[in-house]
């Protein structure tokens, strides 16, 4: 079974500094026949359900903000909030296939 | 607007039975790939099961195989999740998901949207 490992469990940043979530998977989501990663990153605020942030790695979903990106190849990916504001406090999930990551609690320092 | 709203959660004893319902709109339900996935309270999430839009391929998480039945009925545009001999650990939100399938590899991809869940505790 695939399992995805996220790191740190959670994190606290001031507001307008960058935020690093790292989510590794336990074998490799790239698929040599179209070069894409098939890693997902999901974003739930409390009392939500998740929304869906970043796809393939790297591909916004339409509506998110440019300060998300996702980056990463094969078993290790990054979600980086590169100014964070008062609303993105909320937990992040990385996604692959039918396993998700334990999550990562971002807050306010 | 795509919409998925939830239904059927509440308390139930332990070894119980009951049945989630998820009414969708905004887009042809037959045409996708449908899950649940589940969060404990506090926890993260859990898939839990899914199914193709002709109905005809049903997949489970191991933690319920052979306890819970998804299905759904295309003509009432709803997804449903049969859950039976629950357990205590079986408490949690359950939402419905939409699911976007990777064509090139021929399985699920990630979940495009989500309805606001139902809450299903198990507990005596």
């Known amino acids: 079974d695939i399992v995805m490992t996220q790191s740190p469990d959670s994190l606290a940043v001031s507001l307008g500094e960058r935020a690093t979530i790292n989510c590794k998977s336990s074998?490799?989501?790239?698929?040599?026949?179209?070069?894409?990663?098939?890693l997902t990153w999901y974003q739930q605020k409390p009392g939500q359900p998740p929304k869906l942030l970043i796809y393939w790695a790297s591909t916004r979903e339409s509506g998110v903000p440019d300060r998300f990106s996702g980056s990463g190849s094969g078993t290790d990916f990054t979600l980086t909030i590169s100014s964070l504001q008062a609303e993105d406090v909320a937990v992040y999930y990385c996604q692959q296939f039918r396993a998700f990551g334990q999550g990562t609690k971002v807050e306010i320092k | 607007e795509v919409q998925l709203v939830e239904s059927g959660g509440g308390l139930v004893q332990p070894g119980g039975s009951l049945r989630l319902s998820c009414a969708a709109s905004?887009?042809?339900?037959?045409?996708?790939?449908m899950s649940w996935v589940r969060q404990a309270p506090g926890k993260g999430l859990e898939w839990v099961a899914n199914?193709?839009?002709?109905?005809?391929?049903?997949y489970y998480g191991d933690s319920v195989k052979g306890r819970f039945t998804i299905s759904r009925d295309n003509a009432k545009n709803s997804l449903y999740l049969q859950m039976n001999s629950l357990r205590a650990e079986d408490t949690a939100v359950y939402y419905c998901a939409r699911d976007n399938i990777a064509v090139a590899v021929g399985r699920l991809d990630y979940f495009d949207d989500w309805g606001q869940g139902t809450l299903v505790t198990v507990s005596s």
């Open positions: 199914i193709k839009g002709d109905g005809s391929e049903k």
């Open positions: 905004g887009f042809t339900s037959s045409n996708y790939w």
């Open positions: 074998q490799s989501v790239l698929y040599s026949s179209n070069n894409k990663n098939y």
